[in-house]
């Protein structure tokens, strides 16, 4: 399903709503329409380098730009 107007893909294998990755489906009609950025909706923080920020406090200590 795609929603030009809001800008959303979905997909039945719903791959985005289980794993937070867009599916191939979802890509492939993405390319298809001609969209050259994937939506920033669907770049979640967890696959970014900001991600780093949210480490618990143990695991702070494997970062390998803290101090």
């Not at 937070?20 to 669907?42: E, F, Q």
């Not at 949210?54 to 101090?67: A, W």
């Amino acid at each position: 399903m795609v929603d030009r107007e809001s800008d959303t893909y979905s997909c039945e294998c719903a791959m985005f709503e289980h794993m937070g990755i867009l599916c191939r489906h979802a890509l492939k009609v993405m390319v298809h329409v001609g969209v050259c950025r994937i939506p920033s909706h669907y770049i979640l923080k967890r696959w970014s380098r900001d991600a780093r920020d949210v480490l618990p406090d143990h695991l702070k200590c494997y970062q390998k730009d803290s101090d």
